[in-house]
């Protein structure tokens, strides 16, 4: 299986910050990569899917990059509802996986 | 706008068979493809599986001898079986759909099923 790998797991900052989150694969998986939000007791929300193709509905603060094994979501200027957890996930090769999940905490 | 909605029990007793039922409304199971997530109290995520409406199916092979997946078209539903459930079977599961197999566009709002006796 591919293993993702994201960093930090947890990140303290404040309103108005950019906020950058890394996203590792095992091996090269193209820009097959998704960025999900997940809130507490809810399911996750698809934020940007193929590396960097923002999701219908998605603000424009978020955005991805990356191609190969290294990935990015930035958050351009955080607002109170982005302070949660998100998780990477690779489509390149089954089973499809997750990162860890980093948490956004506020500072 | 496409709406998810699991149903089944929330306590299964091991090694018995944990099921579960999502039911699309606002479209057609027909038009996508159609997976299941799940998320143990407090972990990440795990892909068990998808579906595309005529049977085609692609499992994890770490639960492809335990699982099952299935379409109702009439009833716009799909179903997971998971049977020789055990304790760490315990989680949050969740349907969820996509214009492809890749990504999950839209979800629902996950059941959580303890197994335990």
């Given at each position: 299986d591919i293993q993702m790998t994201q960093s930090p797991s947890s990140v303290s900052a404040s309103v108005g910050d950019r906020v950058t989150i890394t996203c590792r694969a095992s091996?090269?998986?193209?820009?097959?990569l998704a960025w999900y939000q997940q809130k507490p007791g809810k399911a996750p929300n698809l934020l940007?899917?193929?590396?960097s193709t923002l999701h219908s509905?998605?603000?424009?603060?978020f955005s991805g990059s990356g191609s190969g094994t290294d990935f990015t979501l930035t958050i351009s200027s955080l607002q109170p509802e982005d302070f949660t957890v998100y998780y990477c996930q690779q489509s390149?090769?089954?089973p499809w996986t997750f990162g860890q999940g980093t948490k956004v905490e506020i500072k | 706008q496409v709406q998810l909605q699991e149903s089944g029990p929330g306590l299964v007793k091991p090694p018995e068979t944990l099921s579960l039922t999502c039911t699309v409304s606002g479209?057609?199971?027909?038009s996508y493809y159609w997976s299941w997530v799940r998320q143990p109290p407090g972990k990440g995520l795990e892909w068990i599986g998808y579906i595309y409406y005529y049977g085609s199916t692609r499992y994890n092979p770490s639960l492809k001898s335990r699982i099952t997946m299935s379409t109702d078209t009439p009833k716009n539903q799909f179903s997971l079986k998971l049977n020789s459930?055990?304790?760490?079977?315990t989680a949050v599961y969740f349907c969820a759909g996509g214009g492809?197999?890749?990504?999950?566009d839209f979800w629902g709002r996950g059941t959580l099923v303890t197994v335990s006796s």
């Open positions: 091996q090269d998986i193209g820009d097959w940007i899917y193929a590396s509905g998605v603000p424009s603060r390149h090769t089954l | 479209g057609s199971i027909s459930v055990t304790a760490a079977d492809g197999p890749w990504y999950f």
